[in-house]
């Protein structure tokens, strides 16, 4: 198989013992969700089947086929990580721990927001509106973060949240197919990343993380340490 599972097998009896059961638990989990997914029978988005498979009457989707399907998504949360990993030193620092869940809300605002006055959910037009009230979210956390403030800012960030997801649900339930666009968007589904996404996400982390290394210095301070920030006038 693609993840050297059902190798093991046919090299050597004895390599069967050794396989380590880190291998067979994916390989277990993979099988088991494209069973739940696709079902015994093959779907168009998996390649041709190889001349020595056509023989044969069950063609459920094999590992291969499934690693295929999976190639864009992962090359997806790999391009995620990259900068996410350097993104957290800063949310850990700021104490800001939940603020990606309630920038996210915020996006899935726009989506909704967009959605409702006639844009494709999935086209650029829903894109930006969700990145326009990414970027309102964002100024608001910046401007309402403070050191001696009455309200703690997690709190502020919770509430952002909340009334994020209420609006989300209030707005959806004025459309149409309301309750099929909030899962949508609540859940997601990773499995429908392509080229153009992993293309579009991996420019835009570029551009930031060139930013975050051109200006590493100050960033890195306001962040460890916004006192002697505000000192340097940062």
């Known amino acids: 198989t693609g993840l050297g599972v059902g190798h093991a097998q046919n090299w050597n009896d004895n390599a069967v013992a050794r396989v380590h059961t ?18 015994l029978a093959r779907r ?5 089947l190889p001349a020595w498979r056509k023989v044969r009457a069950n063609h459920r989707a094999s590992q291969d086929d499934i690693l295929q399907v999976l190639l864009w998504p992962a090359l997806a949360c790999l391009v995620v990580t990259g900068i996410h ?30 959605f409702l006055i006639g844009v494709d959910v999935h086209g650029d037009g829903a894109y930006f509106f969700s990145l326009g009230f ?12 403070t050191k001696k403030g009455a309200i703690p800012h997690e709190a502020i960030i919770g509430i952002v949240y909340a009334v994020s997801a209420a609006a989300t649900v209030f707005v959806m339930d ?20 392509g080229p153009r996404d992993v293309l579009k996400i991996a420019i835009l982390y570029s551009i930031i993380g060139l930013l975050h290394w051109w200006w590493r210095e100050p960033f890195l301070l306001v962040s460890t340490n916004p006192a002697e920030a505000v000192r340097r006038g940062h």
């Open 22 to 39: 880190a291998m067979v638990a994916t390989w277990s989990l993979v099988t088991l969700a494209a069973l739940d997914a696709f079902g």
């Open 44 to 48: 168009a988005a998996f390649g041709p």
């Open 174 to 193: 004025r459309a149409r197919e309301g309750a099929e666009h909030i899962k949508y968007i609540l859940v997601g589904n990773l499995l429908a990343v």
């Open 85 to 114: 990993a350097y993104l957290g030193l800063h949310v850990v620092e700021r104490g800001v721990i939940f603020v990606d869940l309630s920038l996210a809300q915020i996006a899935s605002l726009g989506a909704t927001i967009a």
């Open 134 to 145: 990414t970027l309102i979210g964002a100024a608001l956390f910046t401007l309402t973060r």
